[in-house]
């Protein structure tokens, strides 16, 4: 693949720039590990959080090429004309995990999934679960959940004592009459949703419900706390689970642990078991697929950019969405200002900080990817590329990662449009050199927008969750 040069492209970016198309991407959010509890009930506090997006399909989109570039009256393009120096490699494969020690499984990884029409069929409440459902099917591990209605279920329905056939999610009302009966996570402080918004509760072997049975687990029961969610009273409400959400608690119902459970050195690998990721990971695939093998597992070819890096916070780790991991508290998190030639951050006056991973999903290695920054108008247009390197090699089933500043050739920045929101996007497998079994996951974006000059920066209270973080 040939990369676009920097000098080439100042006509490039004024041309995407100012072309317009695609809907602005929304900000997103993604609670650190502590808002997750280990004690069986996940505390997802705030749950009507926004989920993080991925583009579709972003890599046949009519990005700026050379042979564009070279057709104008800029200079031609030469093979000497490659792209930025590679990027140190932080590779993290999942070869070496000890899966014993992560979790259990299902007697049968294929269960029908008895979801309460609560989540009314054709709404958007009902197709958060049924998304969240989907992920859970992969040709390499023998897994599925067909998704069928049910009425309303009472606690004894929910849980009965006999062994379950099913598995179930219903909303659960902890001031109801028979919580009492409810075998798991029960504390002083649920209807204020201080101890569980929503929780996973196992049917294990030895014939009991909760915590502490005997592996494999037979069935399990996806509670969503009644209290804690508009929508459980008002079916108009859009405060519900969302996908994310329900993806992590299938994950538990399906034998996996949350990270803190993990042994150390593997900690530093994505999951869904860190909450509010919006697809599985690496990690996520490869339990799976080592936990419900797949007899005559067909060859899965697939990567992906991931919306979330998980970078080092003293002596543990903590997750950070694309574009919020640069500067420091006091201003809005995606502005930026020119100055002195080069692209600053208004928080901190030097060029933004980012932060990408990008995931082998796939059942076999794969060569060094192309992968690229690019910038274009949130209205839409074509992407202008601002870097572009090759990766590493990766084995199947890891993930790798770089974070640094992003540094933009003065010559791209006088076509940058004052005041107007930018879409950043990293983007992998840009020459569409794999024959991908999901090309939808290629790429992720972020809000950005250049103001006049830093005395025009907004000042903003708080602080960014991803400010202290270091690669």
Same mark, same amino acid.
């Given at each position: ?228 969610? $508009?929508?459980?009273? +008002?079916?108009?409400? =859009?405060?519900? &689970? %969302? ?6 608690? *299938? !994950? ?88 002195? $030639?080069?692209?600053? +951050?208004?928080?901190? =006056?030097?060029? &933004? %900080? ?6 082998? *999903? !796939? ?109």
């Amino acid at each position: 693949m040939k990369h676009c040069p920097m000098h080439t492209l100042g006509r490039a970016l004024r041309n995407a720039l100012s072309a317009t198309a695609l809907a602005a991407c929304s900000d997103n959010l993604v609670q650190p590990d502590a808002s997750i509890s280990d004690t069986g009930g996940d505390n997802l506090a705030s749950p009507d959080a926004a989920q993080m997006a991925t583009d579709s399909n972003a890599d046949d989109d009519g990005s700026t090429t050379p042979d564009d570039i070279a057709s104008s009256e800029d200079a031609p393009t030469t093979d000497a004309d490659t792209a930025s120096e590679a990027r140190p490699s932080n590779l993290r494969t999942t070869a070496d995990v000890r899966w014993a020690l992560h979790g259990g499984r299902l007697v049968s990884g294929r269960m029908t999934f008895a979801v309460s029409t609560r989540f009314a069929p054709g709404s958007n409440a009902r197709s958060h679960i049924v998304e969240a459902a989907a992920w859970y099917t992969d040709p390499a591990a023998d897994v599925g959940l067909t998704v069928v209605e049910a009425p309303p279920m009472s606690v004894a329905e929910l849980f009965p004592s006999e062994a379950p056939t099913v598995a179930r999610m219903d909303y659960l009302d902890t001031r109801a009459a028979d919580y009492g009966g409810f075998p798991c996570h029960r504390q002083p402080d649920d209807v204020s949703c201080g101890s569980w918004v929503m929780n996973m509760c196992p049917f294990w072997s030895s014939g009991d419900w909760g915590g502490g049975g005997t592996n494999p687990r037979q069935s399990f029961v996806i509670s969503a706390n009644a209290g804690c969610y $508009g929508h459980a009273s +008002d079916a108009t409400s =859009g405060d519900y &689970p %969302k996908s994310h959400g329900v993806a992590h608690e *299938l !994950g538990h119902g399906f034998g996996m642990i949350h990270t803190p459970d993990w042994p150390e050195a593997d900690r530093g690998l994505l999951s869904t078991m860190q909450g509010r990721m919006p697809i599985l990971t690496a990690y996520d695939l490869a339990f799976l697929r080592r936990k419900y093998p797949a007899l005559d597992a067909p060859e899965v070819v697939d990567v992906a950019a991931s919306p979330v890096s998980r970078l080092t916070m003293g002596s543990g780790y903590d997750n950070c969405p694309f574009g919020d991991f640069d500067g420091a508290p006091g201003m809005v998190a995606d502005e930026v200002y020119v100055a002195d $030639g080069a692209l600053l +951050d208004c928080a901190t =006056g030097e060029p &933004p %900080k980012v932060a990408v991973t990008w995931f082998n *999903l !796939g059942t076999d290695p794969v060569p060094g990817l192309a992968v690229a920054f690019r910038m274009r108008r949130s209205s839409g247009g074509q992407p202008a590329i601002l870097d572009a390197w090759t990766t590493a090699p990766m084995p199947r089933e890891s993930q790798d990662h770089w974070a640094g500043p992003l540094v933009v050739p003065p010559d791209l920045l006088a076509a940058v449009p004052v005041d107007v929101p930018l879409r950043l996007e990293f983007a992998v497998d840009t020459g569409d050199g794999l024959e991908e079994s999901d090309e939808d996951n290629n790429s992720v974006t972020a809000q950005m927008t250049v103001v006049a000059s830093r005395a025009a920066c907004r000042p903003r209270s708080g602080t960014r969750p991803c400010a202290t973080l270091v690669p």
